[in-house]
């Protein structure tokens, strides 16, 4: 009896060590978060004079008028009448380089992540989320438009296919759940500050790579095994209305920094 | 029916009920309250414009992988609605699902619990980034715990610690331990013949393990010697 005594003892004091450790790493993550290279990155390429046209993103139109980017973030995606679509950071980001700059946007958006003008758009898209930091989410549902958005997310959330049967759902449908050890916020519904569509762009520490919402939506659908969805596609776009509506009042802490 | 024609049917419509619903939902931050009321089908029609038009083929994954059983669409169509399915629809798909379970062609439920582990505890295959070499995990120990001395596991489903132990399965070959020993290898196969919307892959059913591996995870759970069962 004794000996199981210490036995267990052993197990819960391994258990807390490695719980523990996992904690204490996460917290000397935070102490510097190299997001902020990529900010000044992403506010230097907005200023400078880029592209076929040589002109700047200083007239970019992100939602609240011409070069107004302070709280932009927090209010997107949302519909643009200029484009007649819903459009979130990134694919608006894409508008303004086409518009403005001369950049063909179709080809950005065939781009890999990591590579060319998407190293580009994330750092932007990182910097203009930092505009927004501490500010809550609030985004329209006036339009339409945004309001199809919505209810096209909630039904991509919920659907069910590839050879595992996965949904978004699956692992973010509940409270209270973990994949291995990591925590699953519910996206159903408010996951709270800083949790979920309120975290990203981040910077993942795991693999030293800066990610954006669009980056971060189709690694979700990577592990979900389902195929690859287009960079600012409608299915994209429209995850980004349900999960921000849903976040409606959480304050946005991005760019995060993540495991 | 063609977008076109969708669109001046949300003109008319719907447009006007979306117009005087949407104010009241900003306030409330209740979005999901104001579902589809009258406008389900447009809505419907947008969702599969959007899953058509936004997916394409990459590495092993073709977008036709999406084009999906009579299972799954049953399945998303309640999680929209927020409800489960009818008892009676949920049973006529937990039969559906029964029918497909291929049971091991020479009567051997229970392989090595050693190699069950190792396949438990990969998570690989079938994503857009794997190739048709990388063998596919199984995927346990994403959702349940298993092994005690495994820390690091899910909680999506249920703990599996001492799964064989619990049920009383002291001999594979025993007849007592014939019932649980078929469920478990029925369940791995194809679990929603047993819970029709079930979060659990069909890993049988769907090609992910095959019956040599399928006898490895039933050994792993019901093997007395399994590090499970310890």
Known sequence: MLALGCLTTT??????????????????????????????????LWKQKRGPKNASLEACDLG??????????VELPRYF???GRVQDMESRLLTCMQNLQGF??????????????QVNVTALATWLSSESKGMKFNLSQAHPQEKISYEVGRRLFFQRAGPHDF??????????????LQDLPNLTKNPGDGIGFAAWPAYRVSNGQMWGMQQRLNDCYRQQRFPYPGFGSDVTIALGVYLGVNSAGAKSIAPALKR | MNKSKYFSVLSAIGVTLLMAVAPVQAQKAKPVAVASTGNADVFDFFYREAVKTSFRDQGIVKASVLNTDETNLACSAADVA???LDK??????EALNLKTIKWPSDGKFVGDWKEGEALAQSGRGLTYSDDATTPNGGNCYNCHQLDKKEISFGTIGPSLYNYGKLRGVTDVNSPASKAIIEYTWGKIWNSKAYNACSNMPRAGHMGIMTEAQIRHLVALLVDPKSAVNQ
């Open chain 1, 11 to 44: 197990a819960v004091v391994a258990q807390k060590t490695a719980v523990q450790s996992i904690e204490e790493y996460r917290a000397m993550l935070a102490d510097g978060n190299p997001s902020e290279l990529f900010e000044a990155k992403g506010e230097d």
């Open chain 1, 64 to 73: 609240k008028g011409p070069g107004v980017y302070k709280g932009a973030f």
């Open chain 1, 81 to 83: 009448a200029d484009t």
């Open chain 1, 104 to 117: 063909n946007a179709d080809e950005i958006a065939k781009t890999a992540f990591g590579k060319g003008e």
């Open chain 1, 167 to 180: 949904s978004c759902a699956s692992c973010h449908g509940q409270d209270n759940t973990r994949i291995r």
């Open chain 2, 82 to 84: 927020g409800k489960p």
């Open chain 2, 88 to 93: 009676k629809r949920a049973k006529e798909i």
